[in-house]
């Protein structure tokens, strides 16, 4: 075990500030703008746009939607738009969307979405009423009611809800569903949904096949694994090997070990892996923290994610795998966020930019602000003793 935690890891990262430094516009690279400017690429009955300062007016395929321009679909009307950078927004009926004024942030006023931000197309957020959702190479699915009641859900991909108003953060993954009830005003706990359900709605199925299906697929049966304990009896087996009588009497040491052994004997690809992580840390989620460190320093390396890791000749693992890792062992085990991110930091400092902005280890508020009591007799009113 020691000898796979002393593994060196290296990080090879391609980010998006680059293409701020570049004098030189490349097609591949990332720019803020490509998310403030949009084109309705579908229009199904009744969409209208709704220009600042303008009367509304029916709206056309490759009609340009930029900040200050809404659009808003009738009852049974569906439309798409897309970005130069090949995001796509999907509105459901009677919903009114706008381009945010910030950088990358899309306005969703009311009523029902879909959004798919291309795995390297720099991450956005969506603006839901009070909640905010951080999303990078995801597909999502939402709804905001008139009475203010907000829904969302992740098809694929991770996105980290966050209600800063009272400080709330939560980590939602693929399979779950985060509720913001307004008269509670908090995030509720995330649910699972069935995937392979929410793939027959609308925005899915009613427009040509969205770029991630690849990704959904995988998500649906990663849920269908879960679901089934794909990956227990492996564990199981290896535990057995270990000596101890089952998973559950398994001391720390003979789990990890097994677990270790594992990664070395099969190589997990990144999905099954991820895959494995979870079924590991919700077998034992007291151990979710070690699990997450054992399966970044024991999975093997990928060759060829960049020039320089070609060069690298010690173990190498992209972001995406480390960020999957981490998300699974959360999602498996929420209390222990802080835990499981300290652990991977500590054995592996290169890491950090690797993974995102954490949310807090359960859902909660931030702690009070507690304002300590005026003492009266701090105060002297004598005008021969000033206050002090």
């Known amino acids: 075990m020691n000898a796979i935690m002393n593994i060196q890891i290296r990080i090879i990262l391609t980010t998006a ?36 300062g303008a009367a509304p007016r029916p709206a056309a395929v490759n009609d340009d939607v930029r900040p200050g321009t809404a659009v808003q679909t009738g009852t049974q009307s569906r439309s798409e738009l897309t970005f130069k950078d090949q995001t796509i927004t999907r509105l459901g009926e009677k919903t009114i969307f706008s381009v945010g ?8 006023g009311s009523g029902q979405f879909l959004l798919y931000v291309p ?13 905010t959702a951080a999303i990078t190479g995801t597909t999502v699915v939402g709804n905001v009611a008139p009475s203010g009641i907000v829904e969302f859900t992740v098809l694929e991909g991770t996105a980290r809800v966050r209600l800063d108003s009272v400080g709330q953060c939560l980590l939602v993954v693929a399979g779950q569903k985060v509720t913001y009830d307004p008269i509670a005003m908090r995030l509720e706990d995330p649910v699972e949904v069935d995937l392979q359900q929410q793939q027959t709605n609308p925005l899915v199925t009613g ?15 990663n849920q269908r694994r879960a679901a089934a304990g794909t990956g227990g009896a492996e564990l199981a087996h290896a535990v057995s090997a270990s000596g101890a009588a089952s998973i559950g009497a398994a001391t720390p040491e003979q789990f990890l070990a097994a677990f270790s052994s594992l990664l070395v004997r099969y190589r997990y690809p990144q999905a099954e892996i991820c895959d494995l992580v979870g079924t590991a840390v919700r077998l034992r989620p007291e151990l979710a ?3 997450v460190v054992a399966a970044v320093t024991g999975s093997r390396p990928v060759r060829g994610y960049s020039k320089e890791a ?14 999957c890792i981490v998300d699974a062992a959360i999602a498996g085990n929420p209390r222990m966020a802080n835990e499981i991110i300290n652990a991977l930091l500590e054995a592996a ?16 508020f931030r702690p009070p602000l507690v304002i300590s009591p005026i003492n009266p007799a701090t105060f002297v009113n004598s005008p021969e003793k000033p206050p002090k």
């Open 17 to 52: 500030p680059l293409a701020f430094a570049l004098a030189t516009w490349f097609p591949n690279e990332v720019s803020a703008d490509e998310l403030r400017e949009a084109q309705v690429t579908q229009v199904i009955q009744d969409v209208k746009v709704l220009p600042s």
């Open 310 to 323: 070609k060069d690298f000749k010690g173990k190498e693992m992209p972001c995406d795998w480390v960020q």
């Open 289 to 291: 923290d070690r699990i």
């Open 101 to 108: 004024e910030g950088a990358r942030t899309i306005d969703l």
């Open 119 to 131: 795995k390297k197309a720099g991450g956005a957020k969506v603006k839901m009423g009070p909640v």
């Open 207 to 221: 427009f040509r096949p969205l770029p991630s299906t690849p990704y959904m697929n995988v998500a649906v049966e």
């Open 349 to 364: 400092p290169m890491l950090r930019d690797c993974i995102g902005a954490p949310c807090f280890p359960a859902n909660q």
